[in-house]
């Protein structure tokens, strides 16, 4: 991990510190979380956002409750709200969870050594997803041209990232050259997130509106296609940040690969397919406004589901800390639990 990147979540002085990445990329500042509820709301008004971040962030939140209570029927209720800020990710169930589970084992000190080790153990799962994705990348003479959408970077986890922690390997081995960055509407992560976090760690990269997908794939400059996830269901049906499904298909028409990098805390071998994945609902003003600024008139229906499910079927491979999955993805992907 390069040092100078900011630390997305952490436990700093009995609080939650998230970086707030509402302000990036103009402005560094943080969020100090001195309350379950100021932590679910740094949850929902996406300060932290990204799956594994917003996991880390959970698993904090439900070891600051344990800190400030003895009540332990106070500290389930603020993991069940913990666990309720956001529906898709499924990470922050699991996290929270998995620290609720060590309260309960260990108290107030068990909490904290479990959400410590939950933000230890994505770092490492992502730089293992980087290697790993090495053997997904294809052969382009000067390293491939890739394209990615929302941000699934150092930002969206405990550190390095998914998908971009694949692009981040691959430029260090000589076999990435250049990724396109989607903007990702509305609420521009892409624009935003990824094209500061790609600019620092000094990755070639151009920002383009999603609308540009299909003419840069038509025109033969991307090789692939590399996004994150917030719910892998068992069969390999994949929930990740709204447009990702229309990527998906492009690449299929144009015969590229079309690749998911996620840590295992993200796979979800409960959940059997797609169709029960919820996807959550955001605010309409997200999409009639830009940037704080109303674009669309006063009074027009929006409609803003923040992710959509890309099925197994359109999915090259799935790069995870345990190996990658390939087609057909329903085998591939429950056999790499036993690794
Ligand atoms: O709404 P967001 O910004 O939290 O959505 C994030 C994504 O869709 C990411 O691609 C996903 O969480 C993976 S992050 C490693």
Redesign the pocket.
Known sequence: VREHLPVPVSWRNGAVRVLD?RALPHTVKYVECRTVDEVCNAITS?AV??????GAAGAYGVALAAAQTSSSASVHAAAARLERA?P??V?LAWAVRRTLDAYDEGGADGALDAADAIAADDVAA?EAIGRNGLTVIPEHDGGARVLT?????HL??AGY????GVIRAGYDAGRVQHVWIDE?RP?L?GAR?TAWELHELGIPSTLVVDAAAASLMAAGDVDMVV????RIAANGDT????G?YGLAVLAKHHDIPFVV???WS?VDLATPDGRAITV?T?DPDEVTHVGGTRVAPNGVAAHNP??DVTPAALISAIVTEHGVARRPLAKSLPALARR
């Open positions: 990445q996406l956002r990204g799956a594994p971040a917003i956001r898709t990710a990470n992502n959408h929302c941000n699934a970077g969206a986890t990232g998914t998908a971009i990702t609420v992560q997130l996004v994150g996830a917030d929930a990740n940040k709204i990702t990098a996620a840590p993200t959550e955001r923040a992710f």
